[in-house]
């Protein structure tokens, strides 16, 4: 049986299209599913007996099962998804005023072993399906529905829970089409931001196939033997590579990207790592985000001071580049970037 929640919207109507069903269908069925959010197939009278025949013995409406929830102090919920094949992800809702920022995972595990992430500890295992994406904010958005009734809105999507997004493409792609599409959850592309470690093949794809969605890279350092030691992957695809493809990405009116820089105590956080990572990024749209580290069980990096970081700050807007600091939500329960880990 196939996942409805691994269609996007021309799948379906082409899937009902070839079944000689009206594809008028598709339309109902995202509605139903999607904006309105109900669970079970649909009891709509507008579609025909034999639409309703071949969706009951077609399609399948599974979604990964919620297998424990952990929320902290500061309304940061952490979901632990249970797969069919009993491998486990997690996602996290992360609160900002009355809303929710969702972190999704696009792996189990990850295979970019980045010297930082606990993730990257668990190495890869599979990518997740589309369904198994589109899964994680249906069930997201569920439990908020119940738990949090009036307090239940899901603003953003980021892809920076588990794996890495563009090594998956495809599903992560068809994910955010199903996002975006206007007959179901009609988010705006500038709602969703695809987080990568610098995957060169997946940021080629992206300039002709990816949605118009926010582009987020994680920086870390300017300096190539010090990504090499963070990000192994730049060895092999190497940091100006990248940035020459992000800045070919045709820029819609609403994307944008962004530069993440993990800021680790005395290793990528001196003036002079400042000074370079401003002249990389000076005259560009960059937008930079820093990022405190999160430890984790067994790290051995620290976070620097809060001095330090706005001292970083500082240099980095004296080249007029934008930054931000992120302030660190759910790590009492390890819910924070880098600190999600489902080895089993
Ligand atoms: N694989 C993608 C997206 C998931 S990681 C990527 O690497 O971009 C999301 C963000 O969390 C990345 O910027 C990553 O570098 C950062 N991160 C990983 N481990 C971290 C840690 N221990 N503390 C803080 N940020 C971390
Ligand atoms: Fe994978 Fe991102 Fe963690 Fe690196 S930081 S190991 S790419 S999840």
């Known amino acids: ?18 079944n000689g069903l009206p594809e008028a269908g598709a339309a109902l069925l995202y509605n139903w599913h999607y904006k309105k959010n109900q669970r079970t197939t649909l009891l709509n009278q507008k579609l025909s007996q034999k639409s309703r025949a071949f ?9 990964p099962e919620i297998n424990f929830v952990s929320q902290s102090q500061d309304k940061t919920v952490k979901f632990l998804f249970k797969l069919h094949d009993g491998r486990t992800v997690e996602s996290v809702l992360i609160p900002f005023q009355q809303k929710y920022t969702l972190c999704l995972s696009s792996q189990v595990g990850c295979g970019m072993n980045c010297a ?14 589309t369904e198994e994406i589109v899964g994680q904010f249906m069930q997201a958005k569920q439990w908020l529905t119940e738990n949090r009734p009036g307090d239940d809105r899901v603003l953003n999507i980021v892809f920076m829970g588990q794996g890495e997004p563009l090594h998956n493409f495809d599903s992560v792609k068809k994910a955010v089409e199903i996002f975006l599409s206007q007959y179901g959850l009609s988010l705006a592309c500038h709602k969703i931001t695809v987080s990568t470690s610098g995957y060169l093949p997946g940021l ?67 003036l002079d790592d400042a000074e370079a990572t401003g002249r990389l990024l000076a005259g560009g749209k960059a937008f930079v985000n820093l990022i405190p580290f999160n430890p984790f069980p067994g ?3 620290k976070r620097p001071s809060r001095e330090k970081i706005e001292a970083f700050r500082d240099v980095l807007e004296k080249f007029n580049v934008p930054v931000t600091i992120r302030t660190t939500k759910g790590d009492e329960i390890l819910a ?8 089993s």
């Open 1 to 18: 049986m196939t996942s409805f929640y691994s269609l996007n919207f021309d799948d379906l109507k082409s899937l009902l299209a070839q």
């Open 55 to 63: 969706i009951y013995s077609e399609l399948n409406f599974d979604l």
């Open 116 to 129: 930082f992430c606990y993730t990257g500890k668990q190495g890869f295992t599979r990518h997740l399906a």
């Open 204 to 270: 080629e794809r992206w300039k002709n196939e990816m949605p118009n969605v926010n582009v987020a890279l994680s920086l870390h350092s300017p300096f190539t033997e010090k990504r090499n030691e963070l990000i192994p992957i730049n060895r092999k695809y190497p940091l100006a590579d990248v940035v020459k493809v992000i800045e070919s990405i045709p820029e819609g009116e609403k994307r944008f990207a962004t530069y993440e820089y993990l800021m680790i105590d005395g290793f990528n956080d001196a």
């Open 299 to 301: 790290s051995i990096y």
């Open 336 to 343: 924070a970037c880098g600190q999600l880990n489902t080895r």
